[in-house]
């Protein structure tokens, strides 16, 4: 059975996957799924402050150490593409499957702000503007959501290479909402590297929401609910 650590996007907590855990429980999978630091609801200003993509990724860490995890699928949606990918980077063979849920791919170097479009740039400006550290979300969503700590979307990755030795390594992309998202260059690159596997889901962002069985059915492995591109 796989140990599977579920990593939420920006604004969101462990509930954006309340649909999909029970249906990977279901089958009998051990699931993790977590709330960032500063998107928790006891979470002071300083704290959200101070929260970064390095902390963020030590959240996985310490999730990995306390339950004494040696061979995880990570799975990110959105921003916490970057989270799984600087996690599996520092796990020491931990890690054996990524899957980025319509989420960013990051090369060492890059930061969300960096691999996004001005859309969102935009966003995120736009909505850390009262505080300068704390990016509101945006408006008509879940009402959970809660500001989201801007260094985590500024602070560049630093990659090892270590990244390249997990086994599996999968792109989902949601086809829903080509008018926003940040994500098709990202799929052509990665339909084109033989070392990752991707699969198109046609949803919009929040895949998990709208189509929970499809995404639990592709977590297992199962790709009757979506078209899959192997490479």
Not at 69 to 98: C, E, F, K, P
Not at 191 to 218: K, N, R, S
Request: proline share 6%.
């Amino acid at each position: 059975m796989a140990t599977f650590v579920l990593v939420p996007g920006a604004w969101k907590g462990s509930w954006s996957f309340e649909a999909v855990v029970p249906l990977l429980e279901r089958a009998g999978h051990t699931v993790h799924a977590l709330t960032l630091t500063g998107l928790r609801p006891d979470d002071d200003n300083a704290t959200v402050a101070t929260a970064n993509l390095d902390t963020h990724a030590d959240d996985v860490l310490r999730l990995l150490d306390r339950n004494h995890i040696t061979s995880a699928t990570l799975v990110g949606h959105s921003y916490a593409g970057m989270v799984i990918a600087a996690a599996a980077d520092r796990a020491g063979g931990r890690i054996s499957r990524l899957v980025h849920l319509d989420a960013y791919v990051p090369r060492d170097g890059e930061s969300c702000w960096s691999s996004t479009n001005e859309h969102f740039r935009q966003v995120f400006a736009g909505g850390a503007a009262a505080t300068g550290y704390a990016v509101r979300p945006p408006d008509g969503g879940d009402p959970r959501r809660r500001p989201h700590p801007l260094a985590s979307f500024l602070q560049t990755i630093r990659l090892t290479g270590t990244l390249a030795q997990v086994p599996r390594r999968e792109f989902v992309y949601c086809s829903g909402w080509e008018d926003r998202t940040p994500f098709a260059e990202l799929r052509t690159r990665l339909q084109a590297d033989p070392q990752w596997q991707v699969h198109d889901l046609p949803t919009g962002h929040d895949a998990m929401h709208e189509a929970p069985e499809a995404v639990a059915a592709l977590l297992l492995g199962d790709c009757i609910a979506a078209t899959s591109t192997h490479r």
